[in-house]
């Protein structure tokens, strides 16, 4: 099992320019996140996704959309980049939701210029 | 809001000596707090978690207890080693069935 994969690694973009981040699960896991993780903040979370076809907001929602394309994969995407939006974004899965062990992937680390 | 708030922000350690990180949390109905350690370029690990039916959970060197009156949860390494170097977070589900973290600890072992 490769657990929960993220493409890209590491991104640079400019302001204004658009991209989507990928994530995989293959442990059948049924609820999936976002995380973005800034120096002295800890892990915020972005927008979660409870069960496949449901989204909900997390803490800092803005300026993000996401889908939630199967059971599997959890894209977020970036449609408008600010440079506020540098930071490194974590994807993560849980069978038990809030309530059980979440697994991250390895992170995108995503400079805005 | 609810909160997840831990302490220190820094912690630096002889190797061989304990290390104690302390999270307190608001939400009551919080039932469920696990510890993850993120090592240098990668994403966070679960390493121990503890539900609020018990006290206390031990792993080897990591113990984790918990006061559900006072809301603390703390997490406890015995005999330190350099590999023990890391950011570590707590974490506390709220009654909206998100998941809340503190803003993490460095832990630093010194030779």
């Known amino acids: 099992n490769a657990g929960v994969t993220q493409t890209p690694k590491f991104q640079v973009l400019k302001t204004g320019q658009s991209m989507t981040l990928q994530c995989a699960q293959d442990?059948?896991?049924?609820?999936m996140y976002w995380y973005r993780q800034d120096p002295g903040m800890g892990l915020r979370l972005i927008y979660y996704?409870?069960?496949?076809?449901?989204?909900d907001k997390g803490e800092v929602p803005n300026g993000y959309n996401v889908s939630r394309l199967n059971k599997r994969e959890f894209s977020l995407r970036l449609e408008s980049a600010a440079p506020s939006q540098t930071s490194v974004y974590f994807c993560?899965?849980?069978?038990?939701?809030?309530?059980?062990?979440?697994?991250f992937g390895p992170g995108t680390r995503l400079l805005v210029l | 809001g609810e909160n997840v708030e831990q302490h220190p922000s820094t912690l630096s350690v002889q190797e061989g000596d304990s290390a104690v990180i302390k999270c307190t949390y608001s939400?009551?109905?919080?039932?469920?707090f696990p510890w993850y350690k993120q090592e240098l370029g990668k994403g966070p690990q679960l390493i121990i978690d503890?539900?609020?039916?018990?006290g206390e959970k031990k792993d080897q060197r990591i113990a984790v207890t918990l006061n559900k009156t006072a809301k603390h949860f703390s997490l406890h390494i015995t005999e330190t080693q350099p590999e023990d170097s890391a950011v570590y977070f707590c974490?506390?589900?709220?009654?909206?069935?998100?998941?809340?973290f503190g803003k993490g600890t460095r832990l630093h072992i010194l030779p």
């Open positions: 993560a899965s849980s069978e038990q939701g809030s309530r059980g062990t979440q697994y």
């Open positions: 442990m059948n896991h049924n609820s």
């Open positions: 996704s409870a069960s496949e076809g449901t989204t």
């Open positions: 939400d009551s109905a919080s039932n469920y």
């Open positions: 503890i539900r609020s039916n018990v």
């Open positions: 974490a506390a589900p709220n009654r909206d069935d998100k998941i809340i």
